[in-house]
Protein backbone atom coordinates (compact mmCIF):
# COMPACT_ATOMS: atom_id res chain seq x y z
CA UNK A 1 0.00 0.00 0.00
CA UNK A 2 1.76 3.48 -0.91
CA UNK A 3 0.48 7.14 -0.85
CA UNK A 4 2.32 9.86 -2.06
CA UNK A 5 2.04 13.35 -2.26
CA UNK A 6 3.09 15.86 -4.92
CA UNK A 7 2.41 19.62 -5.39
CA UNK A 8 3.93 21.51 -2.25
CA UNK A 9 6.34 24.25 -2.01
CA UNK A 10 6.71 27.66 -1.40
CA UNK A 11 3.51 30.20 -1.99
CA UNK A 12 2.97 33.99 -0.99
CA UNK A 13 0.44 34.60 0.83
CA UNK A 14 -3.01 35.05 -1.54
CA UNK A 15 -1.69 32.37 -3.89
CA UNK A 16 -2.83 28.93 -4.39
CA UNK A 17 -1.30 25.52 -4.88
CA UNK A 18 -2.62 22.21 -5.63
CA UNK A 19 -1.90 18.84 -3.80
CA UNK A 20 -2.68 15.33 -5.35
CA UNK A 21 -2.26 12.36 -3.52
CA UNK A 22 -1.57 8.95 -5.62
CA UNK A 23 -3.42 5.68 -4.01
CA UNK A 24 -1.88 2.02 -4.95
CA UNK A 25 -2.00 -1.42 -3.36
CA UNK A 26 -5.71 -0.99 -2.23
CA UNK A 27 -9.38 -0.22 -3.80
CA UNK A 28 -9.26 3.00 -3.87
CA UNK A 29 -12.94 3.86 -4.83
CA UNK A 30 -13.59 2.25 -1.57
CA UNK A 31 -11.84 4.51 0.58
CA UNK A 32 -12.55 7.70 2.21
CA UNK A 33 -10.17 10.40 1.19
CA UNK A 34 -8.03 12.71 3.60
CA UNK A 35 -6.14 15.42 4.17
CA UNK A 36 -4.45 16.46 7.33
CA UNK A 37 -1.96 19.12 8.16
CA UNK A 38 0.38 19.65 10.83
CA UNK A 39 1.99 23.22 11.90
CA UNK A 40 5.65 22.99 14.33
CA UNK A 41 3.94 22.56 17.50
CA UNK A 42 0.43 21.97 16.95
CA UNK A 43 -1.32 18.61 16.21
CA UNK A 44 -2.56 17.04 13.31
CA UNK A 45 -5.92 17.91 12.29
CA UNK A 46 -8.15 16.93 9.49
CA UNK A 47 -8.78 19.95 6.96
CA UNK A 48 -10.79 18.08 4.16
CA UNK A 49 -12.51 14.94 3.75
CA UNK A 50 -14.17 13.16 0.49
CA UNK A 51 -16.05 10.29 1.27
CA UNK A 52 -15.34 7.17 -1.19
CA UNK A 53 -19.00 6.08 -1.55
CA UNK A 54 -20.90 9.34 -3.25
CA UNK A 55 -17.78 11.60 -2.98
CA UNK A 56 -19.46 13.80 -0.35
CA UNK A 57 -17.26 16.34 1.27
CA UNK A 58 -16.28 18.21 4.22
CA UNK A 59 -14.33 20.76 5.78
CA UNK A 60 -12.61 22.11 8.54
CA UNK A 61 -14.19 25.36 9.61
CA UNK A 62 -10.65 27.41 8.88
CA UNK A 63 -10.11 26.44 5.38
CA UNK A 64 -14.36 26.31 4.22
CA UNK A 65 -14.41 28.43 0.95
CA UNK A 66 -10.68 28.33 -0.20
CA UNK A 67 -9.98 24.74 -0.13
CA UNK A 68 -11.69 21.97 -2.48
CA UNK A 69 -11.64 18.35 -2.06
CA UNK A 70 -11.67 16.21 -5.04
CA UNK A 71 -11.38 12.62 -5.97
CA UNK A 72 -10.62 10.34 -9.37
CA UNK A 73 -11.36 7.18 -8.88
CA UNK A 74 -10.50 5.87 -12.39
CA UNK A 75 -6.54 7.16 -11.69
CA UNK A 76 -6.56 6.54 -7.89
CA UNK A 77 -5.64 10.15 -7.12
CA UNK A 78 -7.65 12.86 -4.66
CA UNK A 79 -6.25 16.58 -4.87
CA UNK A 80 -6.57 19.47 -2.80
CA UNK A 81 -6.89 22.55 -4.81
CA UNK A 82 -5.72 25.43 -2.53
CA UNK A 83 -6.99 28.84 -2.94
CA UNK A 84 -6.29 32.19 -0.91
CA UNK A 85 -3.60 30.44 1.19
CA UNK A 86 -2.77 32.10 4.37
CA UNK A 87 0.32 32.01 6.05
CA UNK A 88 -1.28 29.99 8.74
CA UNK A 89 -2.01 27.37 6.51
CA UNK A 90 1.50 26.54 6.66
CA UNK A 91 2.12 23.06 7.82
CA UNK A 92 3.35 19.46 6.43
CA UNK A 93 -0.15 18.22 4.75
CA UNK A 94 -0.41 14.41 4.52
CA UNK A 95 -3.15 12.36 2.79
CA UNK A 96 -5.22 9.68 4.36
CA UNK A 97 -7.21 6.50 3.65
CA UNK A 98 -9.44 4.87 5.55
CA UNK A 99 -12.02 2.44 5.34
CA UNK A 100 -13.74 1.12 8.23
CA UNK A 101 -16.90 -1.71 8.24
CA UNK A 102 -16.48 -2.95 11.85
CA UNK A 103 -15.17 -4.32 13.00
CA UNK A 104 -12.63 -4.17 10.04
CA UNK A 105 -10.66 -0.96 10.22
CA UNK A 106 -8.21 0.45 7.03
CA UNK A 107 -5.67 3.16 7.76
CA UNK A 108 -2.97 4.06 5.03
CA UNK A 109 -0.75 7.77 5.48
CA UNK A 110 1.57 9.23 2.96
CA UNK A 111 4.99 10.84 4.11
CA UNK A 112 3.50 14.26 3.87
CA UNK A 113 4.10 17.24 1.65
CA UNK A 114 5.17 20.22 2.45
CA UNK A 115 3.17 23.87 2.23
CA UNK A 116 4.66 27.23 3.01
CA UNK A 117 2.82 30.55 2.94
CA UNK A 118 4.99 33.15 3.26
CA UNK A 119 6.22 36.58 1.58
Known amino acids: VQLVESGGGLVQPGGSLRLSCAGS????????MNWYRQAPGKERELVATITGVGGSTNYADSVKGRFTISRDNAKNTVSLQMNSLKPEDTAMYYC?????????????WGQGTQVTVSS
Open 96 to 108: NARYQLPPIKFVY
Open 25 to 32: GFTFSNYD
